[in-house]
T-cell receptor, first 113, second 111 residues
Framework: EAGVAQSPRYKIIEKRQSVAFWCNPI?????LYWYQQILGQGPKLLIQ????????DSQLPKDRFSAERLKGVDSTLKIQPAKLEDSAVYLC???FGIGDTQYFGPGTRLTVL | TQLLEQSPQFLSIQEGENLTVYCNSS?????LQWYRQEPGEGPVLLVT???GGEVKKLKRLTFQFGDARKDSSLHITAAQPGDTGLYLC???????????WGAGTKLIIKP
């Protein structure tokens, strides 16, 4: 069974530029999560989708971050404009349903210069 | 605000030694999970504990959930270099099933 796919794996941009990350969850998983993991910290939930609807985006900085899961399968997370403090690993995870085991992708390491 | 504190933050020991990692909170969790994360990878679930006082074993790893479901420990016996990684604990509540994450313990096992 294929795992959670993420791309790109690495991205380096300058501040004020925009960037987008892509995630393809495990087939059949209705719930999709985007996390931000800053070096030395645990993952922080940015947004949670159930199919194509948003369950929780309370910690998403909506002035610069946006995410969508239009067809309820793959998802994109966008940052525009990026700030230095956005440098982190962005993890995508999926689960069969809410409360079920989460399976994580390899993450995208973002460096903002 | 629910918080999970992990200790120690960093541990470097020789192969063959034993170690314990702790995960503590003032909040009660319905379940607690332990993950291992290797460089360049996402966290991988090791175990979920759900009952106060529960002990689960995974080969040389022993996980315990506190009686009050506020804390947990991970004990590794005879550590191997392959155990090297970042160990994360995450607690879930019944309210929304979202995970509250600790900051992790970075473990290095030297051959």
């Amino acid at each position: 069974e294929a795992g959670v796919a993420q791309s790109p794996r690495y991205k380096i941009i300058e501040k004020r530029q925009s960037v987008a990350f892509w995630c393809n969850p495990i087939s059949g998983h209705a719930t999709l999560y985007w996390y931000q993991q800053i070096l030395g910290q645990g993952p922080k939930l940015l947004i949670q989708f159930q199919n194509n609807g948003v369950v929780d985006d309370s910690q998403l900085p909506k002035d610069r971050f946006s995410a969508e899961r239009l067809k309820g399968v793959d998802s994109t997370l966008k940052i525009q404009p990026a700030k230095l403090e956005d440098s982190a690993v962005y993890l995508c995870a999926s689960s069969f349903g809410i409360g079920d085991t989460q399976y994580f992708g390899p993450g995208t390491r973002l460096t903002v210069l | 605000t629910q918080l999970l504190e992990q200790s120690p933050q960093f541990l470097s020991i020789q192969e063959g030694e034993n170690l314990t990692v702790y995960c503590n909170s003032s909040s009660v969790f319905s379940s607690l999970q332990w993950y291992r994360q290797e460089p360049g990878e996402g966290p991988v679930l090791l175990v979920t504990v759900v009952t106060g006082g529960e002990v689960k074993k995974l080969k040389r790893l022993t996980f315990q959930f506190g009686d009050a479901r506020k804390d947990s420990s991970l004990h590794i016996t005879a550590a191997q270099p392959g155990d090297t990684g970042l160990y994360l604990c995450a607690g879930a509540t019944n309210s929304n099933y979202q995970l509250i994450w600790g900051a992790g313990t970075k473990l290095i096992i030297k051959p």
